[in-house]
T-cell receptor, first 116, second 114 residues
Framework: NAGVTQTPKFRILKIGQSMTLQCTQDMNHNYMYWYRQDPGMGLKLIYYSVGAGITDKGEVPNGYNVSRSTTEDFPLRLELAAPSQTSVYFC???????????????FGSGTQLSVL | DAKTTQPPSMDCAEGRAANLPCNHSTISGNEYVYWYRQIHSQGPQYIIHGLKNNETNEMASLIITEDRKSSTLILPHATLRDTAVYYCIVRVPKFLSGNTPLVFGKGTRLSVIA
């Protein structure tokens, strides 16, 4: 069972370049999330999705875009990379069972991105 | 969601119980307490959650005070592999909050020492 898979694991970008961070899950989860984590800091939510075709902004969405065309995939797009986007990016998913109090998120292993 | 306060760091001797406190004095009646941990460079991992009764699973125990203004996560026999950042999060469940996601603070960095 693969769970949440992120690619690539590491990437170095030049300022102004674009890239897409891939995230896929095989647990048929409705909810998917993108977080970033700067060194020594907690996680900050970038975007999230409650189902295919539905996305919403989190705390720090500027400079990013997302799409959710399928239940499995939730790619994160950086259009014009800036040094401030140097961070570790985590994708996560959770089930959408109704009336559940379990907020169990499953995280991917992360993508370490450096913008130079 | 209620705010939480956790100590920035703690040490624990290997084999001893690790007791991680969390203050949430503004917690409301339908807010749950969730605990996650993040081992170095990995994604966070769910540990346990509860409303007002004490909870136990294979990873840890969660003790919530009667007034629900604070809680303690207990790792009964800490090992070196328990060294991690532990996050305490207080919020209403998704189905009551309009599906808003979890928000992670800075947590407590637990160091288990041999």
């Amino acid at each position: 069972n693969a769970g949440v898979t992120q690619t690539p694991k590491f990437r170095i970008l030049k300022i102004g370049q674009s890239m897409t961070l891939q995230c896929t899950q095989d647990m048929n989860h409705n909810y998917m999330y993108w977080y970033r984590q700067d060194p020594g800091m907690g996680l900050k939510l970038i975007y999230y999705s409650v189902g295919a075709g539905i996305t919403d902004k989190g705390e720090v969405p500027n400079g990013y875009n997302v799409s959710r065309s399928t239940t499995e995939d939730f790619p994160l797009r950086l259009e014009l990379a800036a040094p401030s986007q140097t961070s570790v990016y985590f994708c996560a998913s959770s089930s959408g069972r109704q009336l559940s109090t379990n907020e169990k998120l499953f995280f991917g292993s992360g993508t370490q991105l450096s913008v130079l | 969601d209620a705010k939480t306060t956790q100590p920035p760091s703690m040490d624990c001797a290997e084999g001893r119980a690790a007791n991680l406190p969390c203050n949430h004095s503004t917690i409301s009646g339908n807010e749950y307490v969730y605990w996650y941990r993040q081992i170095h460079s990995q994604g966070p991992q769910y540990i346990i959650h509860g409303l007002k009764n004490n909870e136990t699973n294979e990873m840890a125990s969660l003790i919530i005070t009667e007034d629900r203004k604070s809680s303690t996560l207990i790792l009964p026999h800490a090992t070196l592999r328990d060294t991690a950042v532990y996050y305490c999060i207080v919020r209403v469940p998704k189905f009551l909050s309009g599906n808003t996601p979890l928000v992670f603070g800075k947590g407590t960095r637990l160091s288990v020492i041999a």
